[in-house]
């Protein structure tokens, strides 16, 4: 099972727990990242994430179906918000399955790895002093 998902909404640690719940399966791994009120030794205020949508949905996508492939997971769920997050708010849930707990670990953090590579997603930093697009790229 795959379950990806860009969303301007709050995202749910249990929905997508939920989601990757299987009998079959000894380990489950969430990863969930949050805003958090600095970046390399600076203040930050508040964070916006933009996309393009259509290319990071299908790149979500084969990441998490590659991630499935390579790991042997039986279910991954990827969310990641968009638009206008203030400090504290989940911005990525990352939620796998697996038989066994290593398979899960591992899965899990190549999928974050990937997802920053990858993905068309760009995150801009608003501090007290003015606001910057980190790592921005084409």
């Known amino acids: 099972m795959l379950d990806i998902d860009l969303s301007d909404s709050p995202l749910s640690v249990d929905h997508c727990y939920g989601k990757v719940q299987d009998p079959s399966c000894g380990g489950i791994c969430l990863f ?4 958090r009120n600095h970046s390399k030794g600076e203040p930050v205020v508040r964070l916006e994430f933009d996309s393009y949508a259509p290319m990071a949905l299908k790149e979500m996508r084969r990441i998490a ?15 990641h918000r968009v638009g206008k997050l203030a400090i504290g708010d ?4 990352i939620a796998v399955s697996s038989a066994h707990r ?4 591992d899965g899990c953090e190549w999928i974050i790895d990937e997802l920053k590579k990858d993905v068309p997603i760009w995150k801009k930093e608003f501090r007290p002093d003015g606001s910057y697009w980190v790592n921005a790229r084409p």
């Open 90 to 93: 989940i911005a990525v849930i």
């Open 102 to 105: 290593a398979a899960a670990f």
């Open 65 to 79: 179906g590659q991630a499935k492939e390579q790991f042997g997971l039986t279910s991954v769920v990827l969310h």
């Open 32 to 35: 969930v990242g949050t805003i």
